[in-house]
């Protein structure tokens, strides 16, 4: 149990200030629930976000997001307001920020104060290359002007890391520049009114409006025009961080519905007593099960392998979010009308299910991971050596970002060690068509890819070069749950490769009913010991809804 579980208490305990009917109510208001924040203080959450050699408990991706977790879990808004979105921006500043600037956002974490991350603007989207807000030389130093529309904390922040156009030609990759902005000045941007969201209510959507705004030329992070080098280095780590931020919220759902179904009577027994039922509750683990190993995976590959780090991140950030989509959904069904109330044991799920379609595509959406990925696949998916088997808890190097290369220099070697581990027999007798279909996969892959012509790989992509990408990254959840077998196949990662192998070749699979009754009961399990549905099995603080 992490102390944050402890803090943050049993969701489900009436007398808890931080359980169900306060995050919902807080919800409503579009508020956090009241207390959490000096709660996170007094922790010191902030120092979670800042490297150990600039004060603070940041080691590893892989422990951010098993820290994250339990907040994600409570209440996505709480979690992307008070850290992620700050470490989105942090990241920047510790990419290519000079020593000063490093320090001066360490302390701002450290003392609980957010910082906003200013790159998109409305009318680009995610081509942030095209953005207008532009940063004039005035003096040696410069003045801001534009706006920043949709951003998170634009009211609350203490500092900006703002994506600004220094460039004068109007096109190519150095036209802009990052800047951190004191948003507590005199001179400061004015920020704009809160926009009201469907999801994450509790997230302060605003947006800032520079004009003619002073900066000093020493805010500038990093040399001029390096803004999107600096963005695609720090999306490597940020996306693969966003893309295990959705594990806690899915988690805490199949809680209350396998909760719901063990107690809900139906035709004379319990709904959990339906195969339907017991292969969605299974399945959803699974799911869940599987997502955790690629967001694993990919941290660990920013550490040992960061020279492939742009293509597994891009990969976490699309595909995890693809894989607990579809476990969500297949959850709702199972709680049926109880998905529609605001209020009550189960409206937590509803919650998070509205939370987590906009947490998905928070930061780069899906289609924008996809063509960080497209450019490389040629080479990536060409044969070369493979990685040496990951040993978990084992110390990794420390997170290098001077490591982080915009483009894989050859093969894959996580996709090389998935080919070598298909040439040998599966672990389990149920997984002889599963390996067949993998190993198809991995060899069409290859092929497939190596047939792309240069016009298929930029934003005019056909829709079949995108689904290469799509294969790519499931084939990397495959890799980090067969990983996960080691002479042993626990049900939920049998049941986990049925459901990859499904995804991958488009068709219909039944596992063996042994095994999902297997994983099934592993539900069960966990949940009357009162542990978590994650790769630790740790214990957690709750009780049935």
């Not at 996969?441 to 799509?470: F, I, K, Q």
């Amino acid at each position: 149990m992490t102390i944050l579980d402890t803090l943050l208490g049993d969701p489900y305990q009436s007398a808890n200030p931080y359980g169900v009917a306060d995050v919902l109510e807080a919800d409503e208001a579009r508020e956090f629930t009241a207390g959490t924040l000096t709660l996170l203080d007094d922790y010191g959450f902030g120092a979670e976000f800042v490297p150990i050699a600039l004060g603070g408990r940041f080691t590893s991706i892989e422990r951010l997001v098993h820290v994250m977790r339990p907040v994600f879990g409570r209440d996505a808004s709480l979690g992307l307001g008070y850290g992620l979105t700050s470490f989105m921006a942090a990241v920047n500043v510790y990419a290519a920020g000079r020593t000063d600037q490093q320090v001066a956002v360490a302390r701002t974490l450290m003392s609980g104060r957010a910082i906003s991350v200013a790159y998109h603007e409305s009318d680009h989207g995610n081509d942030f290359g095209a953005n207008d807000l532009v940063a004039t030389e005035d003096g040696g130093n410069y003045r801001l002007n534009g706006a920043k529309n949709v951003i998170n904390n634009a009211d609350r922040a203490q500092s900006a890391v703002v994506f600004a156009r220094t460039g004068t030609s109007g096109f190519g990759g150095r036209e802009h520049s990052l800047f951190l902005v004191d948003l507590d000045g005199p001179d400061s941007p004015a920020s704009t009114p809160r926009h009201l969201s469907l999801a994450l209510r509790g997230c302060r959507l605003g947006g800032l409006s520079f004009r003619n705004t002073p900066v000093d030329a020493s805010t500038m992070i990093g040399a001029p025009g390096t803004a999107v080098e600096t963005a695609l280095t720090s999306f490597q780590v940020s996306r693969c961080v966003a893309a295990g931020a959705g594990l806690g919220p899915v988690d805490e759902s199949l809680f209350a519905v396998a909760g719901f179904a063990t107690r809900r009577r139906l035709y004379g027994s319990d709904l959990s007593d339906l195969p339907h039922v017991k292969h969605t509750l299974a399945s959803s683990f699974a799911d869940l099960m599987a997502a955790e190993c690629m967001v694993a995976d990919s941290a660990n590959t920013l550490h040992e392998l960061p020279a492939f780090g742009s293509a597994h991140s891009a990969a976490a950030k699309y595909i995890v979010a693809r894989i607990l989509e579809s476990a969500m959904s297949d959850l709702s069904v199972v709680l049926g009308a109880r998905f529609y109330l605001r209020t009550g044991p189960y409206a937590l799920f509803g919650k998070h299910f509205r939370d987590f379609a906009a947490l998905a595509i928070g930061h780069a959406g899906g289609a924008a991971c996809q063509l960080a990925i497209l450019p490389q696949l040629k080479r990536l998916t060409s044969q070369g050596d493979a990685a040496p088997k990951t040993v978990p808890g084992a110390d990794l190097a420390p997170l290098n970002f001077g490591s982080l290369r915009m483009f894989a220099p050859g093969p894959d070697p996580v996709l090389n060690r998935l080919r070598v581990s298909l040439e040998s027999r599966p672990v389990h007798p149920a997984l002889t068509d599963v390996w067949q279909i993998l190993t198809q996969a991995l060899l069409d892959l290859r092929s497939e890819s190596a047939a792309l012509a240069p016009h298929d790989l930029g934003v005019a992509a056909p829709a079949a070069a995108m689904r290469l990408t799509e294969r790519y990254a499931l084939l990397l959840v495959t890799a980090g749950i067969v990983e996960r077998l080691d002479g042993d196949a626990p049900s939920w990662a049998v049941l986990a490769l049925y459901r990859t192998a499904e995804r991958i070749g488009g068709i219909r699979l039944e596992p063996p009913q042994h095994v999902v009754l297997e994983t099934f009961t592993d539900v069960l399990r966990r949940i009357q010991e009162g542990r978590a549905f994650d790769l630790r099995a740790r214990t957690v603080p709750r009780t049935m809804p």
